[in-house]
């Protein structure tokens, strides 16, 4: 193999890639433990995927960085993306040692692309596909090395007080005052769409502070600052409030693939694997983490 003459198969091995840069061996894995070189462990070895392989090679070749994509080792440990009160409570309650900045799926997907933490939590609908997340995540982090793994499947909907009036269904929103999420979260967007598919305008509707969590969204409801908002089942009952179901989203976490096997990750997967995060996410209600952890998309 010449320097940019791959093998035609789409991930190439240790031996592979030392043959191709003319290096030892154990200079290879040095490049992968530093974050240096694209690579995966998810089979329990160290694979190198071609395409990726191909643009660092090409990229040193013209005076650029040594990798095309933001390694983990300059990445901060925050997990980024759309709150969640399950995901928020085993960060905690793990002892896994990440921040958290919670502005939006759209928001983490950006920053998470930009290097500026290890994982986001996303539930971005695709609407020509129905699907969600996957073409979402595939056309933005198609260069990042990183996996997609499936944390829950949520209930969403609308959430009102106890003894009042609660709107059937989207339709029902006149002459209520709604509690909206920020531009760019997955909720807006989400209720943006649903509302454009049945020929709704939610700037018809009057819209009462904007929240920027599922808690605060749900709090405004609950001390009566507004009527309603487009809110979580788990919170809803948190608070002790009505819902009235309207979708079921799929929540997933985009996870840098060296970042999965270090300490912080590997501490909060493990917690979420055991009994007290499955009876936590019953007591919630409106969760169903059947399957947690199975990869959705790989980079």
């Known amino acids: 193999m010449t320097e940019l003459d791959l093998p035609d198969h789409e991930y190439l091995t240790v031996k592979e890639l030392a043959e191709l840069l003319r290096l030892k061996e154990r200079k290879i894995y040095d490049l992968a433990a530093s974050g240096a070189v694209p690579c995966s462990r998810a089979t329990g070895k160290l694979l190198f995927p071609a395409n990726e392989i191909r643009d660092w090679i090409e990229q040193a070749q013209s005076g650029g960085g040594a990798a095309p994509m933001h390694s983990s080792k300059l990445r901060t440990p925050i997990m980024l993306g759309s709150h969640d ?6 960060i905690r309650q793990s002892g896994c040692g990440l921040a958290t900045l919670h502005d939006g799926s759209n928001d983490g997907l950006d920053r998470f692309t930009s290097g500026e933490g290890i994982a986001a939590g996303l ?17 933005a982090a198609a260069r990042q090395n990183a996996v997609l793994v499936r944390f829950a499947t949520r209930r969403r909907g609308l959430v009102v007080r106890p003894g009042e009036r609660a709107p059937k269904d989207l339709h029902d929103l006149a002459g209520v005052r709604f509690v909206p999420r920020q531009a760019g979260s997955g909720t807006d967007t989400l209720l943006r769409h649903l509302l454009e598919r049945d020929g709704l305008d939610l700037s018809a509707v009057e819209q009462a502070e904007t929240a920027r969590t599922e808690d605060d969204a749900v709090e405004a409801v609950r ?3 507004a009527d309603t908002t487009f809110g979580l089942e788990a919170v809803a009952r948190s608070f002790g409030l009505e819902f009235v179901p309207v979708i079921e989203e799929e929540f997933a976490l985009l ?18 694997a055991t009994g007290a995060f499955r009876d936590r996410a019953d007591a ?9 952890g199975t990869v959705l998309w790989n980079a």
């Not at 609407?127 to 595939?138: C, K, L, M, Q």
């Not at 270090?262 to 501490?267: K, L, R, V």
């Not at 919630?284 to 947690?292: A, F, H």
């Open 85 to 90: 009160p399950l995901l928020d409570w085993a």
């Open 123 to 139: 539930h971005i609908l695709d609407p020509s596909t129905g699907t969600w997340n996957v073409p979402a995540v595939s056309r």
């Open 223 to 225: 001390r009566g600052a």
């Open 255 to 272: 996870v840098d693939r060296k970042a999965w096997f270090e300490a912080p990750m590997q501490a909060l997967m493990g917690f979420c």
């Open 284 to 292: 919630y209600g409106g969760y169903d983490t059947e399957g947690l």
